[in-house]
């Protein structure tokens, strides 16, 4: 239960709109948004809270020596550095193809890890 | 010498777009060059997600993002050269390159953009007082370092600038392990967008100090630490006000200037206010057939406006090959009134607008309830309210032939009260 009503800023989309949020029973009452994707994004927020991780695993032989990955979809926030721990035991080998997964099922959360860029291999 | 009919100056986002518009609309004979080791310009080291929300419906990170264009760009042959440095475009439009395998060559375009994007500013254009210590770097070289070489700029970080590249590289620095002691704001409000704000500070309780500058960088060799400190109202340090922050780097997110050196040595007038070329509703620049586009003329916030801007430069260079372009005709002039910083293009030749033309522009301090007005001399033109209005997120204003029909001389875009 949340004792008072709190701030929140909205990050559904670059607006940010301040809102504030109380929470009666199941149901959380919000104002000071300006669309329906706020309510959404409060209640997600306050409930279970995710987001997406956005980095980078060690590639061998690539045309860089990182390669971009992402999860496909948002994760629990409270495992992001777990995440990055796991993701960082990863060696991949070029050539990778973009959206290749990288990690399947990562910390049993059902979402994957995969590259966002296509690399060659290092050119000789 | 080998021709051309269109060069295209810098491979980034805007070089990119410039070029696969020009080709859909005609034109075979296009060169890219690129100065870097591949295509792709600084998305390939923005490694975040959030680019394409407006043109793919989806949230891409910034490598992806170029993915889709190069690959685009690939399926329709269009040339392009890596590790080749432009040295020179005369308003002739002969471009003079020079590159580690080929030497010095010269080429001959009948139309040429200008697509080199900005740079970041530096330590020395804001005047840092103190020692000159390595672990000082501009928060993209840092990106590069991290993202694409795989090395870490150090340990203990602090940041001057709220921009998104500032906030964007404290979480990054975070999660690699880093510990990142708080981003100092100059301004009052942050540059960047809230979003960021929540999900690259406030996840990680990284502090934001509003009204804080750096007056002194400390470290013989390495940087040992910097000291912070409040300003007033006139961004001058508030003695006693200092904090000392012991770090082994510092990140510097202090603005983007549009990197112009061809553009000026090709005689284009340049806009002190954007550092960037003046340009007509095709982002043609004054010299005739030399076009620009992307963050070489104004410095965007989001790549799928540059995409935007970046398109119409192509189309235009086009029609400018095929001679299909009005050089005559009525003229008006886009000007700035109350709170809009500038505004672009900055000049409108009518009969080239066929269906809507986007202006794009920004405003000079933190606005709530206000309204944007667009008005030739007594007539408004449009009238359009906006919730939310700040310096760090550019507006636009979409006019129509019927709106500029009704314009007489200049349009002047402005910052009014809600009942005003």
Redesign the interface.
């Given at each position: 239960m949340l004792e008072n009503k709190i701030e929140l800023?909205c990050?559904?989309?670059?607006?940010?709109c301040l809102m504030e949020v109380e929470q009666n029973g199941d149901e959380f009452i919000v104002t000071g948004n300006?669309c329906k994707r706020g309510p959404e994004y409060a209640k997600a927020e306050l409930t279970h809270p995710t987001?997406?991780?956005?980095?980078?695993v060690?590639i061998k032989n690539g045309?860089?020596?990182?390669l971009?990955v992402?999860t496909e979809e948002e994760i629990p926030?409270g495992l992001?550095?777990k995440a990055?721990d796991e993701i960082n035991k990863v060696v991949v080998e070029a050539p990778v193809k973009?959206r290749q997964v990288i990690i399947e099922n990562l910390l049993d959360t059902g979402v994957n890890v995969v590259a966002?860029?296509?690399m060659d291999k290092k050119h000789s | 010498m080998q021709n051309y009919d269109l060069i295209v100056v810098g491979g980034g986002p805007a070089g990119l777009a410039a070029a696969i518009e020009a080709k859909k609309n005609g034109v075979d004979s296009i060169l890219i060059i690129e100065r870097d080791r591949e295509v792709g310009g600084i998305l390939q080291q923005c490694i975040h997600n959030g680019f394409g929300l407006h043109i793919f419906k989806e949230q891409l990170t910034g490598p992806e993002y170029a993915e889709r264009f190069i690959e685009e760009a690939k399926s329709m042959n269009i040339n392009y050269v890596v590790d080749t440095m432009v040295l020179d475009v005369t308003p002739e439009k002969v471009v003079h390159v020079i590159n580690p395998k080929t030497g010095y060559q010269t080429f001959q375009a009948k139309a040429v953009i200008m697509a080199m994007g900005c740079r970041e500013r530096t330590r020395g254009a804001i005047n840092i007082p103190g020692y000159r210590p390595s672990g000082v770097y501009s928060a993209g070289t840092a990106q590069r370092y991290t993202n694409m070489e795989g090395f870490m700029p150090g340990k203990k970080v602090f940041i001057l600038g709220s921009g998104d590249i500032g906030l964007i590289m404290a979480r990054r620095m975070v999660l690699e392990g880093a510990e990142v002691l708080g981003v100092a704001e100059l301004m009052p409000f942050s540059g960047g967008l809230k979003r960021n704000i929540v999900q690259c500070l406030d996840d990680y309780n990284i502090p934001l100090l509003l009204s804080h500058t750096i007056v002194k960088i400390e470290g013989k060799d390495r940087l040992e630490k910097v000291i912070v400190a409040q300003v007033d109202e006139n961004f001058r340090p508030v003695p006693g006000t200092e904090k000392e922050y012991e770090v082994d780097t510092l990140l510097l997110s202090v603005g983007l200037i549009p990197e112009n050196e061809l553009s000026k040595k090709a005689g284009i007038k340049l806009n002190p206010v954007t550092s960037g070329p003046f340009v007509n509703e095709s982002m043609e620049t004054s010299v005739e057939g030399i076009f620009a586009c992307g963050n070489v003329v104004h410095v965007h916030d989001l790549v799928d406006f540059v995409t935007q801007e970046s398109r119409r430069a192509g189309l235009n260079a086009a029609k400018y090959i095929k001679n299909e372009k009005a050089t005559e005709g009525k003229v008006v002039e886009a000007n700035t009134g109350f709170g809009i910083t500038y505004v672009v293009p900055s000049k409108i030749l009518v009969d080239n607008v066929k269906d809507e033309l986007v202006m794009f522009m920004r405003v000079n301090n933190v606005y709530s309830n206000m309204r944007l007005e667009v008005k030739s001399g007594d007539t408004v033109i449009k009238s359009i309210k906006r919730r939310h209005l700040a310096p760090g997120e550019m507006e636009q204003v979409k006019l129509k032939p019927s709106d500029l029909a009704k314009a007489e001389g200049e349009l002047v875009f402005s910052i009014v009260g809600e009942d005003a």
């Amino acid at each position: 239960m949340l004792e008072n009503k709190i701030e929140l800023v909205c990050i559904a989309c670059p607006v940010g709109c301040l809102m504030e949020v109380e929470q009666n029973g199941d149901e959380f009452i919000v104002t000071g948004n300006a669309c329906k994707r706020g309510p959404e994004y409060a209640k997600a927020e306050l409930t279970h809270p995710t987001r997406s991780l956005c980095t980078t695993v060690a590639i061998k032989n690539g045309f860089l020596n990182r390669l971009p990955v992402f999860t496909e979809e948002e994760i629990p926030k409270g495992l992001i550095f777990k995440a990055m721990d796991e993701i960082n035991k990863v060696v991949v080998e070029a050539p990778v193809k973009v959206r290749q997964v990288i990690i399947e099922n990562l910390l049993d959360t059902g979402v994957n890890v995969v590259a966002t860029r296509s690399m060659d291999k290092k050119h000789s | 010498m080998q021709n051309y009919d269109l060069i295209v100056v810098g491979g980034g986002p805007a070089g990119l777009a410039a070029a696969i518009e020009a080709k859909k609309n005609g034109v075979d004979s296009i060169l890219i060059i690129e100065r870097d080791r591949e295509v792709g310009g600084i998305l390939q080291q923005c490694i975040h997600n959030g680019f394409g929300l407006h043109i793919f419906k989806e949230q891409l990170t910034g490598p992806e993002y170029a993915e889709r264009f190069i690959e685009e760009a690939k399926s329709m042959n269009i040339n392009y050269v890596v590790d080749t440095m432009v040295l020179d475009v005369t308003p002739e439009k002969v471009v003079h390159v020079i590159n580690p395998k080929t030497g010095y060559q010269t080429f001959q375009a009948k139309a040429v953009i200008m697509a080199m994007g900005c740079r970041e500013r530096t330590r020395g254009a804001i005047n840092i007082p103190g020692y000159r210590p390595s672990g000082v770097y501009s928060a993209g070289t840092a990106q590069r370092y991290t993202n694409m070489e795989g090395f870490m700029p150090g340990k203990k970080v602090f940041i001057l600038g709220s921009g998104d590249i500032g906030l964007i590289m404290a979480r990054r620095m975070v999660l690699e392990g880093a510990e990142v002691l708080g981003v100092a704001e100059l301004m009052p409000f942050s540059g960047g967008l809230k979003r960021n704000i929540v999900q690259c500070l406030d996840d990680y309780n990284i502090p934001l100090l509003l009204s804080h500058t750096i007056v002194k960088i400390e470290g013989k060799d390495r940087l040992e630490k910097v000291i912070v400190a409040q300003v007033d109202e006139n961004f001058r340090p508030v003695p006693g006000t200092e904090k000392e922050y012991e770090v082994d780097t510092l990140l510097l997110s202090v603005g983007l200037i549009p990197e112009n050196e061809l553009s000026k040595k090709a005689g284009i007038k340049l806009n002190p206010v954007t550092s960037g070329p003046f340009v007509n509703e095709s982002m043609e620049t004054s010299v005739e057939g030399i076009f620009a586009c992307g963050n070489v003329v104004h410095v965007h916030d989001l790549v799928d406006f540059v995409t935007q801007e970046s398109r119409r430069a192509g189309l235009n260079a086009a029609k400018y090959i095929k001679n299909e372009k009005a050089t005559e005709g009525k003229v008006v002039e886009a000007n700035t009134g109350f709170g809009i910083t500038y505004v672009v293009p900055s000049k409108i030749l009518v009969d080239n607008v066929k269906d809507e033309l986007v202006m794009f522009m920004r405003v000079n301090n933190v606005y709530s309830n206000m309204r944007l007005e667009v008005k030739s001399g007594d007539t408004v033109i449009k009238s359009i309210k906006r919730r939310h209005l700040a310096p760090g997120e550019m507006e636009q204003v979409k006019l129509k032939p019927s709106d500029l029909a009704k314009a007489e001389g200049e349009l002047v875009f402005s910052i009014v009260g809600e009942d005003a």
